[in-house]
């Protein structure tokens, strides 16, 4: 009993401090579930690299995180700040084992639990896109990063294949759902914007 109510303790600590770093809007804390995990969602005027190192940092001081893993991803649902209307809302939260990636339209909502690699999510958020709009799925095949700057996905629809480039510089979430959403055909490839399908 003592121990369920120190780890309460721990967990109610945790929250706040995440809830006291700028630019965090809101948290969601949950470690005892199967797909546990802290989602964290930002302000609209957050820096997101600056967040997710001050988040990242704090989890390794609470000893939920180690130095070696793999970094945190935060979900960033609002890019219409960034100028750009996707015709969606994406977010990528960790989960233990994995990641897990939801993509909300104005009536339908699909998330996919994958692993937790670049692959992995793309190809989970192309799922969950293709689903809320009603589109056949595409295969990704690749990930990478191109420079500093930008992040290129490649889809296949088993004749065809198609890549999208993303911007970095508001973040990896903004950056993976601009690439897979032009590469699975969704998004414009000089604009960004949702195309009409």
Known sequence: M?????????????????????????????????ES??????????????VLE????LLIAYGVR??????????????GRMGVDIGVAVEVSPVKGG????????????????PSTPTAIAQGMSDAWCQVVGKIPVEITKVARTGDESLRVVATDGNNERDGIGDLTYGWIYALAQAVGKAIGLLDAETGAKMRI
């Open 2 to 34: 003592a121990a369920t109510n120190a780890g309460s303790v721990v967990r109610a600590k945790l929250r706040e401090r995440l809830e006291d770093i700028p630019g965090v809007a809101s948290v969601a804390l949950d470690l005892d579930d199967v």
């Open 37 to 50: 995990g802290i989602k964290v969602k930002l302000d609209d005027d957050a820096n997101e690299a600056e």
């Open 54 to 57: 001050r988040v990242r940092e």
């Open 66 to 79: 180690s130095h070696d893993h793999p970094m945190l991803q935060i979900g960033q649902s609002r890019f």
């Open 99 to 114: 990641a897990r990636v939801e993509v909300i339209g104005q009536s339908v909502r699909s998330v996919r639990v994958v």
